[in-house]
């Protein structure tokens, strides 16, 4: 079955400290992979997508990830978190050109100021 | 501003009972994906809608139905409920113009508690 999986469900860092998420799926053939934000009361936002090209993509906020196709691998980075980046986050994929997106359980992301 | 509105916030309803939940796509776009977020869980495909019709649909009972309205708006019918139904229901809207993997606009979601 084509799933996405999240390494952790909560992370707690402090401020500055280096983030990486990561993000596996299950699929062998065209995926297009997406991250998303949840802030506290806030709806689901894109923080940034890859469909193909150049395996690191960069996003809002000064985030980045690292499609790596022989891992199934998309794993999110920021170099130094903010208070501000405490949140829910989700990894997700459309896989061979199916019109659902398949979400990760998500990681709650707790940054101590 | 999500662009996407979803109503009501929030509802409880008791088992068996059955419930609307209504969603405005965000101005422009024409389709409309329904998903179920369970708690400590990560959103769940119910189904999509464009030009008034389900394309697809994720591994949910026929006790969810959906509809899509001429102005693109769409609502989700449950009936029946479950204790399990108990969940955060979002709405996201895309162009599909833009392609099957154009990115989607959430809504804030519909807490449906079943009591």
């Known amino acids: 079955a084509q799933s996405v999986s999240q390494h952790n469900h909560h992370v707690i860092l402090s401020e500055a400290a280096s983030l990486e998420l990561g993000c596996n799926y299950s699929y062998g053939g065209t995926v297009n992979l997406f991250w998303y934000v949840q802030y506290p009361g806030q709806h689901l936002q894109l923080l940034l997508k890859y469909f193909s090209g150049d395996p690191l993509v960069k996003g809002i906020k000064g985030f980045e990830a690292e499609f790596i196709k022989s891992k199934f691998s998309f794993n999110l980075r920021k170099p130094s978190v903010q208070w501000s980046d405490t949140a829910e986050y989700f990894c997700?994929?459309?896989?061979?050109?199916?019109?659902?997106?398949?979400f990760g359980a998500g990681t709650i992301l707790r940054v101590k100021s | 501003d999500a662009g996407v509105t979803q109503s009501p916030t929030h509802l409880i309803k008791t088992r068996g009972q059955q419930v609307t939940l209504r969603c405005s796509p965000k101005?422009?776009?024409?389709?409309v994906s329904w998903y179920q977020q369970a708690l400590g869980q990560g959103p769940q495909f119910i189904f999509q809608?464009?030009?008034?019709?389900?394309?697809q649909r994720g591994n949910f009972p026929d006790r969810f139905s959906g509809h899509q309205f001429p102005n693109y708006s769409s609502e989700l019918n449950v009936n029946a409920l479950l204790l399990g139904d108990s969940a955060l229901y979002l709405c996201?809207?895309?162009?599909?113009?833009?392609?099957?993997?154009?990115?989607?606009?959430f809504g804030n979601g519909t807490r449906l508690t079943v009591t």
């Open positions: 997700a994929a459309f896989m061979e050109y199916g019109n659902k997106l398949v």
């Open positions: 101005s422009g776009h024409d389709t």
């Open positions: 996201a809207s895309s162009l599909l113009g833009q392609g099957y993997n154009s990115p989607l606009h």
């Open positions: 809608y464009y030009e008034e019709e389900e394309r």
